[in-house]
């Protein structure tokens, strides 16, 4: 038995595994064009893809381990909400049928409802798919962890790639970003503490949306946006205190207005 077993080989799933098994851990990874580039002899590669009623024997490939890590996002342009919330209901039952040390899922902070307020994790949640995917979750009964993550920001990854030359909608919102390394490296400490229950994975510093897309376009020379479109909706500030209280964790990256250009 893998000591470790993540379903998704993107843009999470392939440097966490290569993370992982730099560490000693004995990793499997379901198969995708991005697991390509993993030079590390010690990660098996699956040839897995989340389906709906998937055969028993297809599943048990890639959940033979002491964990497992959901790392897929939803596809709604390709297969909508229904697949994905069928793929996890059959994922969930055929857990079920092992005890396994811990289960991994991550979740978004888009969960929460848009409140002028600071949330945490035991603020209300809006009625969406990914609030119904961790309704299905909670049927498990191994030992559970949803990291509910914020925007996720590194390597290729920057906000100021999306607006460069282009109006920034809720410009005058704080951000809920994350950076990929500090998501990797929480993973890594829950794994070797067992964490379990709802946790928040969010920077904890929060620069205002206009700010850091004018700071990124200077600081990586693009062209600054037409305009800056202020939003009167609520607006949300996702606390990881809890997270950071659990673990002991200092972020390494806890300014999105600081995050490295690389990486």
Known sequence: MFDISILGGGWVGVPLAEKLASLGYSVKISQSSQTNSIQNPNISLIDWRAEVNLPQLAWESILDAKTIIWTIPPRRKVNGDHFYLEVLADFVRILNKKTHQQVI??????VYKAENAVVNEASALENNLMCQAEEILHGLQSPLL??????????????????????????????????????????????????RGVYNVVAPLHPIKSELVKSECQLRGLELPVDYLEDKEAIKVVSSDKLIQALNYTFQYPDPLTFPIEN
């Open 105 to 110: 899922f991550l979740s978004s902070t888009s």
């Open 146 to 195: 949803l990291l509910r993550l914020g925007g996720l920001m590194g390597g290729e990854r920057f906000v100021s790639k999306y607006y460069a030359g282009k109006n920034v909608p809720a410009a005058n919102h704080p951000v809920n970003y994350v950076h990929r390394l500090d998501v990797l490296e929480i993973i890594n400490q829950s794994i070797k503490s067992q964490l």
